[in-house]
């Protein structure tokens, strides 16, 4: 009878041959780092501009309101005073809606060219991964058929 030939030392050599590129591992990390980090630093700024913004008409309404709490000598004074003062609010609201506006629209520009950076730097590390990849594999199926013969 024939022995079935005992192939695990092949398979360990074979196994052995395949490197691990750990670089790899840590190359993707750091750019997923770097880009964790500038994504979180558009967020944060958006963040602090809007609590200006938010500070600021909150403070602009206390001071006309303080107008309108204000003792008047006429009672049309009285009136007067909340038709000015619900007029100042309505075009305190535009000039900071329109301010959160612009707020919005650098953060979705920042995030746009943020993705479109981290999309090709990706497409690059997965490209020479793959070459790289590619180049050893076919060197070891070189060795091995080399090897079986």
Sequence with gaps: ???????????????ASFPVDASALQNAFKTQ?????????VALE???????????????????LADV????AE????????????SAAAEMAAENLAAF??????VQMETVELMLAAGKDMSEDA???VKK????????????AAAAK
């Design 101 to 106: 506006a612009e707020v919005a629209k650098k």
């Design 33 to 41: 780092a770097a880009f964790a980090e500038k994504f979180s630093k």
């Design 75 to 86: 009672p049309a004074d009285y009136t007067k005073s909340v038709t000015d003062f619900a």
């Design 133 to 144: 990849a590619t180049a050893e594999v076919t060197s070891v199926a070189k060795k091995a």
């Design 1 to 15: 009878m024939t022995k079935t030939p005992d192939f695990t030392k092949v398979v360990q050599d074979m196994m």
């Design 127 to 129: 490209t020479a991964a």
């Design 46 to 64: 958006a963040a602090e501009k809007s609590t200006e913004i938010t500070s600021k008409w909150a403070k602009d309404s206390i001071a006309k």
């Design 69 to 72: 709490s204000k003792a008047k």
